[in-house]
């Protein structure tokens, strides 16, 4: 099986723009987990999407939104970019099936630099 | 609310020592799961040992072993034999179980491990 697959690898964007990052989960997996990675902050929950519903949601402002798709594909998109929004953006995918040791299966995430 | 502390921002070990990282999490919850991922330096992270909060036996998963201490709320990872390839961060997680719409994984602040040769 493919693992989740996280594009694209590296984005550099300025200040006010919006940025788009795309995440294709395991075969099979329902949900999908986006996480910011900062040094300062370390991993920080965005949310979760599950059924093309979202789920859960971490404390980000509304510039952070996401969304996905019926084939389990998400997106992630951060409008308004701004200098703190410089991070390594995660994405986890797993089934959702109730296991009680399911975990999450990550990408390479995302490296976003703002400028 | 849950949380996850993780006390040590770095350490050093010598090749083929054991090493101890430190985790300790708080959660209301009486069902809950305990991972444990590293994140070597190309960004992905990689699971390695999961321990489920009504588990009777420390779970192992070869060199590395989870020391579960549930009345003490911690969750410490053990390698043993350390190699070269351990270097990395090391990140403790929880989940509160069964499912629920707010069940959601959170991470601490990680470790980071380097081997001496």
């Known amino acids: 099986k493919a693992g989740v697959t996280q594009t694209p690898r590296y984005l550099i964007k300025t200040r006010g723009q919006q940025v788009t990052l795309s995440c294709s989960p395991i075969s099979g997996h329902r949900s999908v987990s986006w996480y910011q990675q900062t040094p300062g902050q370390g991993l920080q929950f965005l949310f979760e999407y599950f059924s093309e519903t979202q789920r859960n949601k971490g404390n980000f402002p509304g510039r952070f939104s996401g969304r996905q798709f019926s084939n389990s594909r998400s997106e992630m998109n951060v409008s308004t970019l701004e200098l703190g929004d410089s991070a390594l953006y995660l994405c986890?995918?797993?089934?959702?099936?109730?296991?009680?040791?399911?975990?999450?299966?990550f990408g390479s995430g995302t490296q976003l630099s703002v400028l | 609310a849950q949380k996850i502390t993780q006390t040590q921002p770095g350490m050093f070990v010598q090749e083929k020592e054991a090493v101890t990282l430190d985790c300790t999490y708080d959660?209301?919850?009486?069902?809950?799961?305990l991972f444990w991922y590293k994140q070597p330096s190309s960004g992905e992270m990689i699971f390695l040992i999961y321990q489920g909060s009504y588990d009777q036996q420390n779970a192992t998963e070869g060199r590395y072993s989870l020391n579960f201490q549930k009345a003490r709320k911690s969750a410490n990872l053990v390698i043993s034999a350390s190699q070269l390839g351990d270097s990395a961060m090391y990140f403790c997680a929880m989940r509160e179980v069964p499912y629920s719409s707010a069940s959601k994984i959170i991470f601490g602040s990680g470790t980071r491990l380097s081997i001496r040769p």
């Open positions: 959660t209301s919850d009486p069902s809950y799961g």
């Open positions: 986890a995918s797993r089934p959702r099936d109730g296991a009680t040791n399911e975990k999450l299966f």
